[in-house]
Nanobody, 126 residues
Framework: QVQLVESGGGSVQAGGSLRLSCATS????????MGWFRQAPGKEREGVAR????????AYDDSVKGRFSISQDNAKNTVFLQMNSLKPDDTAMYYC???????????????????WGQGTQVTVSS
């Protein structure tokens, strides 16, 4: 079993920054991959960033490359999403997710993640 608790969402003007946190606990194998996803009203959930917790390797959706950064603090079992240069299109509910490796790597597909947090709202105004 894995527990995930997000925090750090809020409202910000375009160009601003926010840092999301995801406190994790539970089975380490099931947290081999940690991802951030988002879902805007009327849209499908999309992968934003992911990190392989053992190697630290990261991957990003093209829409956030160069603006968002995923990182982890292993001592505190916390994963972060630093979001800079925010745009109105970034407005969504953001979810932290945990999953196992698939063919030896981590992916940005929501179907590969078995555990989800409750979500934290990010609103970017123009």
């Amino acid at each position: 079993q894995v527990q995930l608790v997000e925090s750090g969402g809020g409202s910000v003007q375009a160009g601003g920054s926010l840092r999301l946190s995801c406190a994790t606990s539970g089975d380490t194998y099931s947290r081999a991959c940690m991802g951030w996803f988002r879902q805007a009203p009327g849209k499908e959930r999309e992968g934003v960033a992911r990190i392989h917790t053992s190697s630290g390797s990261t991957a990003y959706d093209d829409s956030v490359k160069g603006r968002f950064s995923i990182s982890q603090d292993n001592a505190k079992n916390t994963v972060f999403l630093q979001m800079n240069s925010l745009k109105p299109d970034d407005t969504a509910m953001y979810y932290c997710a945990a999953g196992s490796l698939w063919f030896g790597t981590c992916w940005l597909y929501s179907s590969k993640y078995n555990y989800w947090g409750q979500g934290t709202q990010v609103t970017v105004s123009s």
